[in-house]
């Protein structure tokens, strides 16, 4: 499974668990304040699984397949060192 294809189940995952714990307060909701309620509770809730998601523990507990990917230090993620570009040539031109 590629990873692109990984985090769009995790995020349709992540979605469904907060719109069915925000379920009763949509359904019941009849005007615009109280779906804003709704829609607020449903936002914080994936926020939440989404964080919690990422713990390393629950990292090893999901399928293989689910998980999230390690970022590979020579890709030039975020915190490996990389190694500036040379501003002149070997010979002393402008590159």
Not at 66 to 73: I, K, Y
Request: net charge positive; aromatic share 2%.
């Amino acid at each position: 499974m590629t990873d692109a294809a990984r985090r769009t189940v995790r995020t349709v995952v992540q979605t469904v668990l907060g719109l069915a714990a925000a379920l009763p307060l949509i359904i019941s909701a009849a005007g615009i304040p109280r779906t804003v309620a709704g829609i607020a509770t449903a936002l914080a809730v994936a926020a939440g699984v989404t964080r919690v998601m990422q713990l390393d523990a629950v990292q090893r507990l999901m399928p293989r397949w689910l998980r999230s990917a390690v970022p590979d230090p020579g890709n030039g993620a975020a915190g490996a060192p990389s190694t500036p570009a040379p501003s002149r040539a070997p010979n002393g031109g402008a590159v």
